[in-house]
């Protein structure tokens, strides 16, 4: 059956995932909002969908940076728009590692939805999806019985964002690893993202919104590289699936290929 149609806004939607992203919702008759830092480029990449026949929008969007959220939101409200979805997909994966990676990491992977997600809430429609876009590598069983403990069952949102910020300190004195931190920025912020999930989706069961978290796999984009297994399409479909779920679907789950894992 085909799913209902309606408004979905997708971060970091300028290449990769997030583009295709907006193209197969966009085929599925969605009217899409396309969220990318650079100006220029996400008009380039809204036309060029548009050029499809796609109803594709565009709005500037860092989500590291409040300011930049704040604009976004204020003109979707003049706007009256209300979302049907929400798709947290903007990503870094940085080189080397160091205090200045794992800020700005976490700003980007875990903040980022956190505030994206809390700021748009007010324009989600009941019986709204939000969608975060995870990793295997945060996947809890591949890390110590210490430090899954402190993420699961996950602590209140504001422990949360302490433990986090905690992380950074520990990197910049230098005693991350004997706090039990692994070495990469990168698998601590979407273990965040995964805990942040959980406790969005007890929040807003009372509003009927839905959140998930998704593995699109390892995907042939500028991220994953050119040598990953999955194609593009094949990685997205994981993302437009969360969007689309019916009003009864699943939250609070972690899924790959449309099935549930473990967290």
């Not at 969908?49 to 594709?56: K, N, T």
């Not at 809430?121 to 591949?142: F, N, T, W």
């Not at 910049?172 to 999930?197: F, H, I, M, Q």
Request: hydrophobic share 40%; charged share 20%.
């Amino acid at each position: 059956m085909k799913p209902a149609t309606g408004t979905a806004l997708v971060t970091g939607a300028n290449r990769g995932l997030g583009l295709e992203t907006c193209r197969q919702l966009g085929r599925l008759g969605w009217r899409v909002w396309l969220t990318a830092p650079d100006p220029d480029e996400g008009q380039q990449v809204r036309d060029a969908l548009r050029s499809e026949g796609l109803d594709v929008h565009f709005e500037p969007l860092d989500v590291a940076s409040p300011e930049s959220l704040s604009t976004l939101a204020g003109r979707l409200e003049q706007q009256g728009v209300r979302l049907s979805a929400l798709i947290n997909n903007a990503g870094v994966a940085m080189d080397g590692f160091n205090a200045h990676v794992a800020e700005y990491t976490l700003a980007v992977n875990f903040f980022g939805p956190l505030h994206v997600t809390e700021r748009l809430l007010p324009l989600m429609e009941e019986h709204g999806r939000i969608v975060m876009v995870s990793s295997s590598l945060a996947e809890l069983k591949d890390y110590p019985p210490a430090l899954q403990q402190r993420f699961d069952p996950p602590p209140s949102k504001e422990q949360l964002k302490a433990l986090l910020r905690s992380f950074v300190e520990d990197v910049r004195d230098g005693v991350y690893e004997a706090r039990g931190w692994p070495g990469s920025a990168y698998r601590v912020s979407k273990l965040g993202l995964n805990a942040l999930t959980r406790l969005l989706a007890q929040e807003l069961k009372p509003r009927n919104q839905l959140v998930n978290a998704v593995l699109p796999g390892w995907v042939r984009t500028q991220m994953g590289g050119q040598h990953a297994a999955r194609s593009v399409e094949r990685g997205a479909d994981i993302l437009v699936w969360a969007a689309t779920l019916p009003p009864e679907g699943p939250t609070g789950g972690l899924f790959i290929n449309r099935r549930p894992i473990p967290w």
